[in-house]
């Protein structure tokens, strides 16, 4: 029965193709067998597949309702495990909302504060100029909770990350089953866009997994999608200001240019 393809495949008169190929495998197979090295499931991680983005380009700018969403999902799913120390909540103002709403959501998370009187420590209710800190108090306690990685700070992940957002969106929507012979470390997911195509971290996103104000259909892609665009804000900030001062720059540098060539016509028109 397990041959059943090959025959079909024969019958269609594409039986010379495959028994090629079948030869071809049997003499990697040998070639392997004579290295002492077995074909292999790839572990470098897969080229990342290019994704448009909004804020490409000179002139890219945020899709600041999909940032919004993007905080969302980090904070309902990512901060339970990934701290964004060098982002304040009073940042977020930056991404669109007041000063009301900023206050709302610092009040709704807790972060450490003063040691009481018995000298325990105590936690308080953030205020805008508070951290988004680590949910682990010590980076041991990080790998306890995480097959022994510490989940890194997602401040600058989208800036640092090699293969930046278009990879950061690949291995959010790409974890599946492991290819057959291929080892799993325990505690690990395979996914082909971390290195060694595996990683401790599990799945965290599928369709559904958050719930959007906006009513958006919370699907894995518009997730996945919403929090790298969140993840890129925070990672360039100023990016919208930069390029419209860039452009500016550009239209006086225009303007310059202009004025000059008017200025040089002037002082030669008198020279014949
Ligand atoms: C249950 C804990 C957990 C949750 C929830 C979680 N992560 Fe992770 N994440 C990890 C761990 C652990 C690693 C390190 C994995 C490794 O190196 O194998 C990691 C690594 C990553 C990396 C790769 C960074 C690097 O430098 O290798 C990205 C990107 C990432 N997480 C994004 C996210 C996003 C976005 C979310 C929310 C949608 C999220 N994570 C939710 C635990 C988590």
Not at 39 to 50: I, Y
Not at 207 to 218: E, L, M, N, P, S
Not at 249 to 271: A, E, G, M, N, Q
Request: glycine letters at 10%.
């Amino acid at each position: 029965m397990v041959d059943a393809p090959r025959t079909n495949a024969a019958r269609r008169g594409g039986g010379d193709a495959m028994s090629r190929l079948h030869g071809l495998a049997a003499a990697l197979a040998v070639l392997g067998g004579v290295s002492g090295v077995r074909a292999e499931v790839p572990t470098t991680r897969a080229p990342t597949p290019a994704h448009v983005w909004s804020f490409d380009g000179p002139m890219g700018r945020f899709d600041m309702a999909s940032v919004q969403r993007g905080y969302a999902v980090y904070n309902q799913v990512c901060s339970a495990c990934h701290g964004m120390a060098a982002v304040t909540y009073g940042d977020l103002a930056g991404i669109g909302l007041n000063e009301a709403q900023v206050r709302q959501i610092a009040a709704s998370h807790k972060v450490p504060g003063p040691l009481d009187d018995d000298g325990h420590p105590t936690r308080r209710p953030a205020t805008p100029n508070d951290h988004l800190l680590s949910p682990f108090p010590n980076p041991q306690a990080a790998m306890r909770a995480n097959s022994g990685v510490v989940p890194p700070d997602q401040s600058r992940l989208a800036m640092v990350f090699p293969g930046g957002p278009s990879r950061i969106y690949a291995l959010l929507t790409s974890y599946g089953p492991a290819p057959a012979g291929m080892t799993i470390a325990p505690g690990h997911a395979y996914n082909p866009y971390f290195d060694g195509r595996q990683t401790a971290m599990p799945q965290p996103l599928r369709d559904h997994q958050v719930t959007y104000a906006d009513g958006t259909d919370a699907t894995l892609a518009r997730e996945a999608e919403d929090v790298t665009n969140f993840l890129a804000w925070a990672a360039w900030p100023h990016l919208a200001e930069r390029h419209r001062i860039g452009a500016r720059i550009v239209l006086y540098l225009v303007f310059l240019f202009v004025l000059t060539i008017l200025l040089k016509r002037k002082v030669w028109s008198h020279v014949h």
